[in-house]
């Protein structure tokens, strides 16, 4: 119920800020973003979903990163994901910290994820990262790095047209496996 409420309160912030355009400077259509994000989590028809059913079917490690101000979740999410993950799982809970935490604490979130990237590599199990900034570098020795399209565009440039957008992730993924990804 207090995710709920956040997210209530989000749709008001919405229509009251300057929310719908700084969402856009990261999504092409932030209003379809923000309105399948808001509008799926208050439908009458979501109200029961729940993911714990599929946990125990995760069997790689988990680092699971939540702020402990974060408006739309509580720390109670994360703390099932160890209770019933049957892999390694570690808490990151970030003090000052709210939705965002690679905005609100990027150094932290960053130093963690490079950890358990070696960690994970060490071991031999894959990695999948959602980067944010421009320098990918950092998350050498990833398997799988998977920038949204704002994320990809601020490295290689406006992609206008599906062909540019494969020319251009082509020879991003041949640069960066020269510095070490797989």
């Known amino acids: 119920e207090e995710a709920l409420a956040g997210i209530s309160q989000a749709g008001e912030a919405?229509?009251?800020?300057?929310?719908?355009?700084?969402?856009?400077?990261?999504?092409r259509d932030a209003f379809r973003v923000f309105h399948d994000w808001h509008d799926t989590w208050l439908s009458p028809q979501f109200r029961d979903w729940n993911i714990e059913s599929y946990l125990s079917g995760i069997r790689v490690p988990v680092l699971a990163i939540q702020g402990k101000d974060d408006e739309y979740a509580t720390l109670r999410q994360i703390e099932v994901i160890a209770e019933q993950v049957p892999a390694e799982v570690e808490?990151?809970?970030?003090?000052?910290?709210r939705h965002s935490p690679h905005r609100d604490q990027p150094e932290a979130v960053l130093e963690r994820?490079?950890?358990?990237?070696?960690?994970?590599?060490?071991?031999?199990?894959?990695?999948?990262?959602?980067?944010?900034?421009?320098?990918?570098s950092r998350y050498r020795g990833a398997t799988l790095v998977k920038p949204n399209l704002s994320e990809f565009e601020a490295i290689v440039g406006p992609c206008p047209d599906e062909a540019t957008l494969i020319a251009r992730g082509e020879a991003l993924r041949a640069e960066l496996q020269g510095i070490g990804y797989s």
Do not use: I, M, N
């Open 14 to 27: 919405w229509r009251q800020t300057d929310w719908p355009s700084r969402l856009g400077r990261y999504h």
């Open 91 to 97: 808490l990151l809970e970030l003090a000052d910290c």
């Open 113 to 136: 994820t490079l950890a358990a990237v070696a960690a994970a590599r060490a071991r031999g199990v894959p990695v999948v990262v959602d980067p944010k900034g421009t320098d990918f």
